[in-house]
């Protein structure tokens, strides 16, 4: 049985929980008032007119049962009082169409005329409800009293609530407009973050917001302009070595080449090559192809041109997929993987796969594979597996480290797996 967690009955993003972190006081706020004022205040209100008004009907029927002041004092209750009676004692007085015995607060009156005055009445409203009809029985006569119905019970009451609550809305516009653009504010900055991740800018970015926000953005900013200006001093150092070091590697070569060729000669030339290439490789691998900017590229097209330049390889699907990336560095990355599938096996299938957010490669070999406990090493740096997956393959150990870096720098991953062909899987994914 899951044990009880708040947090999975609140909204999980920011505007979300400040939203209800306003909203929901307010709410409760005008639930106890509009509760407090039926039940307690407007209740107490109508106890009092309903009493007055008991007490006067009740006068009334005292008068009309005395025949001799009926008449005198029916002018003076009208006019002084306000209230239409008639003291006639007729039988068989109907009530008029669409009388209503049930109403508002009608318990209220009722009670203050069992309490008030001994007299039995019956009470209806009539005329759309402004009305209160008064009916009271003597022996086979009926004697009618009418009151307008403000006299007796609150009127509009409503009215107050409804401006209470207009009230309400109106401030819990403000404060969502005004936490709008705070959150506003937090996720521009999320998107420069993400921009700056992946090497890219992000257009007509500034600080704005709150304070905190705006130092928080300012704080990022400087610190893509350091890890920037890094960046750039470490390949223009590595340019200096790379050139430093290939000076002496090509004097090496054409030396051997003018040597005359035998077994030794030959081992040496093969030496020199694979410095080289590992020169290469380590180089990329540390400027990271820093100088290439992103572009919007066709990711189906690169994978089908790559896989059709490599012997072996062979594209199964390839939906139209449109991704922004550095161009060299991702044909670079696919050629790596690529090669690799078809260097450890005999069958190489490469496919695209277009999910909700992310395109996916899958790139199968049929070869050894990577045990799982040793997939996650193989991303290491220079380091290169002690098993059948290595043997007789040329490399630095470089490939898979370069893969995740270019995956990782555009806002994506590389996972290894188990192929269906019996290799290895490699899932490269990247956001389009």
Not at 106 to 120: A, F, N
Not at 194 to 211: C, E, I, N, Q, V
Not at 385 to 411: C, E, I
Request: aromatic residues 6%; negative net charge; charged residues 30%.
């Amino acid at each position: 049985m899951s044990s009880f967690r708040l947090r999975d009955y609140t909204p999980k993003s920011l505007y979300g929980r400040l939203a209800a972190l306003v909203a929901l006081p307010v709410i409760a706020i005008f639930a106890i008032f509009a509760l407090y004022y039926y039940q307690e205040h407007i209740r107490d209100v109508n106890e009092k007119l309903s009493q007055s008004i008991a007490r006067e009907v009740g006068l009334i029927v005292d008068i009309c049962d005395r025949s001799d002041l009926a008449s005198e004092a029916e002018m003076r209750i009208e006019s002084q009082l306000g209230l239409r009676f008639d003291c006639a004692h007729e039988t068989g007085l109907e009530w008029p169409e669409g009388a209503r015995q049930k109403f508002g607060y009608d318990d209220v009156l009722r009670g203050q005329l069992s309490v008030v005055t001994e007299h039995p009445f019956r009470v209806r409203v009539i005329e759309s409800g402004r009305v209160l009809d008064f009916r009271h029985q003597t022996g086979d006569d009926t004697i009618r009293v009418v009151v307008d119905r403000k006299r007796a019970l609150a009127a509009n009451t409503h009215f107050t609530i409804v401006w209470v609550l207009l009230g309400a809305l109106f401030m819990l516009t403000l404060a969502f407009a005004f936490l709008r653009n705070q959150v506003r504010s937090i996720l521009r900055l999320t998107e420069a973050a993400k921009a700056f991740g992946r090497g890219r800018d992000l257009p007509g970015f500034r600080p704005s917001g709150a304070t905190e926000i705006r130092d928080a953005a300012r704080a990022v900013t400087d610190m893509r302009a350091r890890l920037t200006a890094f960046t750039d001093q470490r390949t223009a150092m590595l340019a200096g070595v790379s050139h430093d070091l290939r000076t002496p590697l090509t004097r090496l070569k054409l030396q051997l080449a003018m040597m005359e060729q035998s077994e030794e000669i030959t081992g040496a030339r093969t030496d020199l090559d694979d410095m080289s290439k590992m020169l290469d490789e380590y180089l990329a691998f540390a400027s990271g192809e820093e100088g290439e900017r992103a572009e919007d590229l066709r990711l189906d097209h690169i994978a089908r041109t790559v896989s059709e330049r490599i012997d072996g390889a062979r594209v199964e699907e390839a939906p139209e997929i449109s991704v922004t990336a550095r161009p060299m560095a991702l044909t670079r990355t696919l050629s790596n993987l690529i090669s690799n599938g078809v260097g450890y096996g005999d069958r190489c299938e490469v496919r695209l796969l277009k999910g909700p957010r992310m395109a996916e490669i899958l790139i199968d070999d049929d070869g050894p594979g990577i045990p799982e406990d040793k997939r996650e090493d193989a991303f290491r740096p220079f380091h290169r597996l002690d098993d059948g997956r290595s043997q007789n393959v040329a490399g630095t150990g470089l490939g898979l480290t370069l893969a995740r870096d270019f995956a990782r720098s555009h806002g994506g991953d590389i996972r290894l797996e188990d192929s269906p062909l019996g290799g290895l899987r490699v899932r490269l994914r990247l956001p389009y």
